[in-house]
């Protein structure tokens, strides 16, 4: 079965920080474009970042400076590094895979992402 696998949510105090993974079940990760998403309760799912197969990276204005996107091929995983942790990042956080290999990094079109993990939760608080 493919499918995809979120771990390293859990809960944390603001300004802390989290690394989520991503790990592929049944296939590679290595060309696919991959998307991290978030939807907090009440809210809309919305894109934070996203890792092309070449290495381009994108990110939401909310989460620019804070959050880091990387690819380990090596462990064929990819990586959210979340630091400087805000209230308002509390969500459910879901990684997603685009199938058509190569294909670019965007965020505003979910509809592109054909894979979708079970999310991981992530709470800010004090």
């Known amino acids: 079965q493919l499918q995809l696998v979120e771990s390293g949510g859990g809960l944390v105090q603001p300004g802390g920080s989290l690394r989520l993974s991503c790990a592929p079940s049944g296939f590679t990760l290595r060309f696919a474009t991959i998307g991290w998403f978030r939807q907090a309760p009440g809210k809309e799912r919305e894109g934070v970042s996203c890792?092309?197969?070449?290495?381009?990276?994108l990110y939401a204005d909310s989460v620019k400076g804070r959050f880091t996107i990387s690819r380990d091929v090596t462990k064929d995983t990819v990586f959210l590094q979340m630091n400087s942790l805000k209230p308002e990042d509390t969500a459910g956080y879901y990684c997603a895979a685009v199938a058509r290999l190569f294909s670019p990094c965007v965020l505003s079109d979910q509809g592109r992402y054909d894979k979708w993990g079970q999310g991981t939760q992530v709470t800010v608080s004090s």
């Open positions: 890792i092309s197969s070449d290495g381009r990276t």
